[in-house]
């Protein structure tokens, strides 16, 4: 503390931090972050590994079918060409060798490149999930906003009946339903799968449909994989804006008490600027967390959404992959879904400093 | 016309599951232009709603009666969004914690104009001018560049510095200061008072001082209003207050005084209990002053009045400044 | 203090946010299918499992919801198959309850490492989508309904885990804990006397809130196939025969609304538990 004065802290110079040091607090903040991201990753494969294998089921049965189980010799054959000889610590040893070189292994039961199949899965889903995360986030946070600011009052009560319902849907049954009357009772929408069938899929850039006929400028091709498209988002959707909005009711509501809220009513801001100006600004790094932790409910939603429109995407694949025990495509799984994870995270983490300048030096 | 704030028989309670709470008893005060105001009690006493009534930021579901005067103007006529041309513009406010109440994610310099732009109309860069005049005259240094820092950047005392020049910026007549130095360092406290004597004297502010320290009172009021459960006990000059105090609340207030008679502080500290019972704004404001001797020293009233994080000597340096 | 009658002070005991309309809806749906899950079979019209009415005929012809697939009353599966849906995630919600209670009261009492394995266990797990990781475990345990529980309890503990962890934290620094290990607490006599029922309170709000949660994530096992075996009537089961028959549409929507009326309503009263326990969210 410095030596009393009659003032002594006018004199001082701010004490924040200069240019060069706030630019080393954030390269060192991110690289925390990776490596974090990167121990964590570890872990995911780890932990899809042993589930894969310390538990009762028998991989050779599944993939192999119970008839070609009984013969030795098929099974001999297939557990030395899949390694599955070798003692577990070793097999992941060797997988994590593999690893280093992109190589995710053989499925056995596509035959094909685990990396190749996640390779066509992961942008099919991704198609979905981001609209759906995009639309979700709009509407729920403006929802959870609205609900906020009129705390108690009808508007709140009614949004947050909605939002309760809107968790409470079975997203499966959301789907059949949806399914049944847009698709067989009104029309509007096409059936199932990412095209319609005499539709030839465009020119691969990014695997996401949509976005590959835009570049090729198939604007059949485009209208057509949108409308296979709207059905599954919209579900997923549905799901995800009752969760946003109950969060950012609450993460709201506790920034609408805070004190820098009341001193801003205090300078006799109108409401409608201390909402936007500084609620909302408050508000911003919880909402963003929660938009992120959305992200991976909604991944979860994608499973039970896709095996209801025959999407062929990450859902679809681990659904399938895990029933038969199908071992390096459920690790390519868990793989790329740590991945999708870790990078949604350090998108919020990066946000952060963005939002909150505390971050930024640092704290 | 009074120039200044005037508050007549305020009187304020807050609808409940259990009906009606009363939390003000016909408070009335009055501050004149150029004149400190002190306004001391326990918490929970109602000091701080008092302070927030008068902007209309009392809390919800209250029901208020009485009437206020700014500048002879009644303050209780005007509802709605109309109070928002007197909040900020014409009566300043300051709060306990400037950690708290500046936003952390906006710049110093968008909370000393953004109110200055919706209040006067002024011009953005025009709006930065009477910033920067307005960071000046509380005293933090840095000029332009200090506008677009965040407030973690600055110590508590510039911060404290930096709310009350926001609270200032539009030129109000009246000051609220509620706790302004209680979440302050000691030394740092003495000067923040010595600024807000200075702001007083050289634009002839009016300010209503919030405290709950009667040391800090000392250091800066000129009259001295005690409150206790939403009522004023007594009010009058600060000398007069300090040295020849009429009420018996006042007597048992300054006797807690660490230096004063000595012994009850340290005893309410033993018994580690809060020496009120509670902080509990549901009392009976009605009830009758601990006249009695032994109910004086039943309930030391001392603890929270002599501010448990200062010390005695920061209380008489803080006196001098 | 003004006197109140016995009534008025049990209906003040309830939390506000039940004492109104929605509320005792909501409160009366959840009792009625928790007596459901009692008496279901029983008053059920026909036998949920018999396959001997009429395929595929609509509501309101032999029965009052209709026929399934294999000529089975929809109205009576859905009431014997409440004990299923509702019974088995008030187990789930037990069991992650006391796990994951117990490992974030191990993390948060004895800190150190024994809280950075425990916790860093419980980042990686919260790591994976639910469904995903659940759907995984149950494929490889080989789907039966007690698998089906196995796997959701692996992806629920974790959020008991933190919510007790962090208490735990609070109230370990507090004085009325240290003046007890003073007095020569054990460690086990310090958890149960000065720090288990700090943690009651939240973690059974979190529970409340969980039982709609845990009844989704075992409906969504059955529906992929990895839950409820073939004649066992169970609603995410009953409601994957209609994506195969999507035209038949009671098939898929009665049960379906089962499941939403049973979450929403422990939603609601977990809702209203919350707000009753943390007034500062709660609408004023």
Redesign the interface.
Known sequence: ?????????????????GGGRRHSALARYVAKRLVIAVG?LF??TL??FC??NL???DPVAAALGQRAADDPEIVARFRTEYGLDRSLPAQYLAYLGRLIRFDLGTSWQTHHAVAADLAKAVPATMEIAFGAIVGAALIGITFGAWSAYR??LAT??VL??VS??G???????TA??C??VFY?RLGWAPGSGRLTPGVAAPPNVTGMYTVDALLAGEWRTFVDASAHLALPTLVLTLYTIGLLTRFSR?SI??VL????V?????????GR?VFF??VL??A?VPVLTVVGLAF??L???T??VE??FGWPGL?SY??QA??K?DLLA?MG??LV??LV??CVNLAVDLAYGF????VR?G? | MTPGLRIDSLSLSIRGEDGLTPILDRVSLQVGRGEVQGLAGESGSGKTITGLTV?G?EPPRAEVTGRIWLDGEDLMAITG?S???????RV??V?Q?PT???????TVGAQLT??VR??LGVSRAEALERAQTALDRV????GR??LR??P???????RQ?I?IA??LACEPAVLIADEPTTAL?V??Q??VL??IRSLVDSLGLAVLFITHDLGVMSAVADRVAIMRRGRIVENGERAQVFTAPAHPYTRELLASLPGATGGLRSRADLAGIDPFGSGDPTGDPTGDRPADAALVRDRPADDDLAGRESTGDGRE?AAD? | MTRRSPTARLWRAIPPGLRQP?GLAAGLIALAWLVICLIGPAIAPFDPLAQDLPRFSPPGEVSFLGTDELGRDLFSRILAGARVTIGLALVLVCLSMLIGSLLGLLAGFFGRWVDEAIM?FT???M???????A????????ASLFNAVLAALVVSWPQYARVVRSIVLGLRGNDFVWSGRLLGFSAVRSIRVDILPGTMGPTLVLASLDI?TAA?LL??LS????GARPPTPEW?SM??A??SH??K?WL??F??LA??TV??SF??IG?ALRDALDP??A??
């Open positions: 503390m410095s030596p009393a004065s009659a003032n002594p802290d006018a004199g001082r110079p701010p004490s924040g931090a964590l872990g995911m932990v899809t589930l894969t538990v009762p089921g705390r108690g709140d009560q947050r009946l309760l319902i968790i409470s849907l079975p997203t499966f049954w059949i339903v399914f049944y067989y609450t509501l506790e008490d805070q004190d820098y009341r001193a801003a009513k205090a300078k006799g801001l109108p600027v100006r500084y600004r408050g911003a991976g409910s991944l979860s939603g499973v039970l095996s209801v859902g681990a659904y895990a029933s025990l459920v799984v868990g879904v740590g994870y870790l939002i909150d300048p505390r030096v704290r | 902007i930021l969004r109070l928002n041309a007197i909040r900020g513009r300043g406010m709060f914690d708290t109440s500046l936003h952390p994610q906006l953004d109110h919706y209040h005293g933090v240094a840095g560049e200090t820092r965040y973690h950047e600055f110590s508590g005392g510039q510095r709310a926001i609270a360092d030394t740092v003495a000067g010595a600024l340096e400044a | 929605l860093r980042d990686l797990v790591a994976f989508p639910t469904v995903i990781l759907m995984v475990t149950a494929a490889a345990l080989g709609g989704l409906s969504g529906f992929l196939g990895l995410g409601v994957s209609a994506v999507f035209d549409w898929g929507v049960p379906g499941i939403l979450v929403i939603n609601f809702d500062g969210v609408p004023r």
